[in-house]
């Protein structure tokens, strides 16, 4: 076993980690085949005349103890919608952060607004409420804080600079599912909170998003903007104002009803799994374990590293537990998408008085360049899997580490 399995050697697992991108690592069951089969043969999937998405939003907004909730089509859509609550003019400009999926950033873009990249801290990845400050000018309308990995961010902090300067705070829980914050649940901190239902989140229905707010007035207009600007409420047939499409399905609403009645169990799992394995490599000197102040929900499990990171997670994932280096190839504002200003048409609007050159952010460049190694996590391990992967990781770490 001590020769590593890209060299050569026997790997430590030959069978694959149960997965969310296959029923192994998901928890589908009758109750949801029950409820897409009951939304069917109603034959209503459409949630303008059916009661399961209505139902859905009451559910979530009392389990997050939020005055509203609205769904949506997905966890970009629901960003999208927060984005578009703060009806930023031309121009303006939110904070957010350089390590997150694209779809905390193009929203922004879309209501032709800026996005500003802060850096953040280097043990977690999340933003740093210093760089934050820094980073906020008269054109600055919301931060938009992402809780990465399932590890809250200072969103305490956060919330009394958004306060300070008269911003908007919204928080991006897509893979931070109950995670607490004090007494509260991540999403309940910032005027807004976001949550996606893809196929890899603690909770699924393929995709699919809820948002979450206790002002009625940013409820109202996130609702109309998931239908069009149409103020279904009264008789009139109108638009209000420039909106999108962005109505979730009756069935994924019933689905996700049910996956909701199993969302408290699956946080537990993934934290007392997690706990096992920071247990079992708690002492490898150079590795450093996610930190967790009882607040971490482990959407994946992340890694930091003194260096090497790319033969370190190839070696890894030759013994049978995948990870990724880095986590993203770049930071988001290195993308062609965001650098090049590939926006509307050939205009580069609104992004083409900005430049986003290397080294914006260098705490995030190194983070993802020199010393982040995320493992996914799931449910579904048992401890003998969890087993396998401490095995696995002091194997590797004892090989390229001495």
């Not at 043969?41 to 907004?61: N, Q």
């Not at 609550?85 to 922004?108: K, L, R, Y």
């Not at 998003?209 to 279904?232: Q, S, Y």
């Amino acid at each position: 076993m001590s020769e590593l399995a890209v060299n050569g050697g026997t790997p430590v697992r030959s069978t694959p980690l149960p997965s969310v991108f296959n029923a192994a690592g998901r928890r589908f069951g009758d109750e949801e085949v029950a409820a897409a089969e009951r939304v069917l043969r109603s034959g209503m999937l459409s949630a303008t005349w059916g009661t399961e998405v209505r139902a859905l939003e009451r559910e979530f907004a009392s389990l997050l103890g939020a005055g509203h909730s609205v769904a949506c089509s997905s966890g970009t859509a629901a960003l999208h919608l927060a984005v578009a609550a703060v009806n930023p003019e031309p121009g303006d400009e939110i904070i957010t952060t350089p390590i997150s999926d694209m779809g905390t950033v193009f929203p922004i873009i879309m209501q032709n607004a800026v996005p500003v990249f802060a850096d953040v801290d280097l043990t977690t990845g999340s933003l740093d409420p210093a760089a934050v400050e820094a980073a906020i000018t008269p054109r600055t309308k919301a931060v938009l804080a992402v809780h990465l990995f399932g590890k809250p961010a200072p969103i305490r902090e956060l919330r009394a600079l958004c306060d300070k300067h008269g911003l908007l705070l919204i928080e991006d829980c897509a893979q931070a599912y109950l995670a607490p914050v004090g007494d509260v649940y991540a999403g309940r901190v910032g005027d807004i909170g976001c949550f996606s239902l893809q196929q890899s989140k603690h909770i699924s229905a393929g995709d699919g998003g809820l948002v979450i707010t206790d002002d009625a007035a940013l409820a109202r207009r996130m609702r109309l903007f998931t239908d069009k600007g149409w103020p279904r409420d009264t008789d009139e047939r109108t638009y209000l104002f420039l909106a999108l499409n962005y109505r979730m399905t009756e069935l994924t609403a019933a689905v996700t009803r049910v996956q909701l009645t199993r969302l408290a169990q699956v946080v537990d799992d993934r934290r007392t799994g997690a706990a096992k394995l920071t247990a079992g490599i708690g002492d490898l000197i150079g590795l450093l374990p996610p930190r967790d102040d009882g607040d971490h929900v482990y959407w994946q499990y992340p890694l930091l590293l003194d260096g090497n990171i790319h033969p370190w997670a190839a070696a890894l994932t030759a013994e049978g537990v995948p990870c990724t280096p880095g986590y993203l190839t770049e930071p988001l504002y290195a993308a062609p998408a965001i650098r090049s200003k590939v926006t509307y048409g050939g205009s580069g609007f609104p992004l083409r008085d900005v430049e986003y050159p290397p080294g914006l952010c260098p705490n995030a460049e190194t983070l993802i360049n020199d010393r982040l190694v995320v493992l996914p996590w799931n449910e579904n391990y048992s401890g003998a899997d969890v087993d396998d992967i401490v095995t696995a990781i002091r194997k590797v770490h004892t090989a390229l580490e001495s």
